[in-house]
């Protein structure tokens, strides 16, 4: 096996102190690894898991000390995979490869622990036989669910949920409820509370003992004390787990959020000009996007912008101080936010693809014409040409704000009110916009992200039924 990879710990790195296992945050060792030069480890905060809880609540915040998070900084895959099989050696303790979630896997993250291999595998099994999952690609999926990060948490105790069974076709070819189960009005208020939000979520992203998906809201609960249903079709791990019997931690992932706006990418691009949408239209979104990100200086520009991107108090300041020094400040560093929203960081050369998922370069056409649209215009100071000259030799990804697309979670009909190809939709919208909205009649949804002309929808839409406002 030869050495292990030596990292270093400076004697007078401590993590925090004070901690505690139900509110503070959790800090953990890190170190960056690279193959070419000297590597010194410090504390990160990281967030909740299954795994972590679990280890937490068995074994007190101790535990943490066996942990150890990496991040891989080398090109060299060979290297990262001999690594990982020698083991880190940190100031007397050998760490082993534990496992990472799939965001982890993409950002060559991983976990890392000081215990011995049947040790770690023992700890894994709590959760689930492993070892019986085929084929290899399914068990990874299932093991990053373990480490599948949460920002916060509620108590669910015994009782205050249930699991139902999933609606699906006639033959059970189809499950229409494939990873949405339904909250209370109650819950909702809870989550609201604990993030301090101005409104009620209508869906949650959630984590429960074996159980991913999300939650909708929903009236009709079937019994008084219940908080959440679940489905079956959001179980990952045996109910019987032990590590998880006794676990009544939810952990909340994410909630439906207001002005979540949405943005054309290569891969969106690409799937509505397969389906029909003129070349002319998409570019002109874009070139009409670059214009208001270069003149945010004229004061209806501005208004516009911090309207439609949901910059409530900002816009308020601007229109009772108009367009003072600090105002133009601000604006141009939300201009420039969006500039760097556009690029990627990667370098890509002739021999290092692109390992991001999600990430694409442009192809040579469109880039090609896209380089020579408004030929005419000044080439020295737009967005465009910015954007450009930044990224000739990067990853890029198109990114064009559409000021009518919204990025929402996909949830099931909990009232079973809705026809076959009809939705209820209700983004949150300024005046303007929602008078124009209550004519809508069609949506377009796409999934994200997406790959196949399939995972283009168009919708028709409701506006009458009450129960889902």
């Known amino acids: 096996m030869g050495f292990p990879f030596f990292v270093s710990l400076p004697d007078d790195v401590r993590p925090p102190e004070h901690q505690n ?13 690279t193959d070419t030069k000297p590597c010194y480890a410090s504390y990160k905060k990281v967030e909740n898991s299954l795994l972590l809880r679990y280890l937490v609540n068995s074994r007190g915040t101790k535990v943490l000390e066996q942990l150890l998070m990496v991040k891989f900084k080398s090109k060299d895959n060979d290297f990262i995979v001999e690594t990982l099989k020698k083991g880190i050696e940190c100031n007397g303790s050998q760490y082993h490869y534990l496992g990472q979630s799939n965001s982890q896997l993409r950002d060559k993250t991983c976990f890392m622990m000081n215990a011995s291999l049947s040790e770690m595998h023992s700890l894994l099994a709590k959760f689930e036989n492993f070892d019986e999952i085929r084929p290899v690609a399914r068990r990874s999926q299932k093991v990053a669910l373990l480490f599948s990060p949460f920002q916060r948490s509620l108590k669910l105790k015994s009782g205050e949920y249930d699991v139902i069974d999933d609606v699906t076709s006639t033959l059970g070819t189809y499950v229409f409820t494939d990873g949405c189960g339904l909250m209370s009005p109650e819950l909702a208020k809870e989550v609201q509370s604990l993030y301090n939000l101005s409104y009620e979520p209508s869906v949650i992203e959630v984590r429960f003992k074996g159980f991913s998906g999300i939650l909708v809201c929903c009236n009709e609960m079937p019994r008084l004390r219940l908080k959440a249903l679940f489905r079956n079709s959001m179980s990952n791990f045996a109910s019987s787990s032990e590590a998880l019997i006794d676990m009544d931690t939810l952990g909340i992932v994410d909630y439906s959020r207001t002005y979540s706006l949405g943005y054309l990418d290569t891969q969106t691009v690409m799937l509505l000009a397969e389906g029909g949408a003129s070349r002319e239209y998409l570019e002109t979104l874009q070139n009409n996007y670059y214009e208001v990100l270069d003149r945010l200086e004229d004061k209806t520009y501005a208004g516009y912008f911090l309207r439609t991107t949901g910059n409530e108090d900002f816009l308020q300041e ?29 370098i890509i050369d002739e021999n290092q693809g692109n390992d991001e998922e999600g990430d694409s370069e442009v192809d040579t056409k469109f880039q090609r014409n896209l380089k020579t649209m408004d030929a005419n215009a000044d080439r020295n100071s737009t967005t465009k040409d910015v954007y450009l000259s930044q990224n000739m030799t990067r990853a890029f990804d198109i990114r064009v704000l559409t000021p009518d697309a919204r990025v929402v979670y996909g949830a099931s009909d909990p009232y079973d009110q809705l026809n076959y190809g009809e939705c209820f939709f209700q983004p949150t919208l300024h005046k303007a916009e929602c008078n124009a909205f209550s004519f809508a009649e069609f949506v377009l949804v796409m999934r994200r992200p ?17 129960a889902y406002k």
């Open 21 to 33: 296992q139900d509110e503070s945050p959790l800090y953990i060792k890190y170190v960056e690894v």
């Open 450 to 466: 997406s790959y196949h002309a399939g995972d283009v929808r168009v919708l028709r839409l409701t506006h009458k039924n009450e």
């Open 318 to 346: 601007f229109q009772r101080d108009g367009m003072t020094d600090e105002v133009t400040g601000k604006l141009q560093r939300l201009k420039t936010k969006e500039i760097q929203n556009m690029k990627r960081g990667k």
